[in-house]
């Protein structure tokens, strides 16, 4: 079991599952919504378990996609794909989790559209898109 919180602990979760399919996004809008990149786990939507979702808010920063964040603390927390009958997953930014991981990054997404700021020389995986 992992579980996992925001920053007040308005919003706390569990998650059944193994940690797998990690990955840092480097798109402009996870740079936005994070202040940096995000690293985020994909768990299985019937793993996952979530009190407080009354403090949830969600910006549909797409026709696609969906992002939680606490409204109380503004904590980065979930990206839900919308179609899920293609997508049976929620992502969860890795920071929030509370307890061990026992995961690592896997892979850099839309490293096209990262930070100037910045490198990436972990030598990890770096997909444009």
Excluded at 16 to 39: I, N
Excluded at 62 to 79: A, E, I, N, T, Y
Excluded at 95 to 118: M, W
Aim: glycine share 8%.
């Amino acid at each position: 079991m992992h579980k996992g919180s925001c920053l007040c602990s308005a919003v706390k979760f569990e998650v059944s599952s193994s940690l797998e399919a990690t990955d840092a996004c480097h798109c402009k809008q996870c740079r936005k919504w994070t202040g940096h990149f995000l690293a985020s786990v994909e768990v299985p939507r019937d793993s996952l378990l979530i009190h407080g979702s009354e403090y949830i808010s969600w910006h549909h920063s797409s026709d696609k996609v969906r992002r939680g964040f606490c409204s109380k603390c503004g904590s980065s927390l979930f990206f839900d794909p919308l179609d899920t009958t293609k997508h049976n997953w929620t992502g969860i930014a890795l920071g929030s989790f509370d307890t061990p991981t026992e995961t690592t990054l896997g892979q850099h997404i839309f490293v096209a559209e990262k930070g100037d700021y910045y490198e990436i020389d972990d030598g990890l995986p770096q997909n444009e898109h």
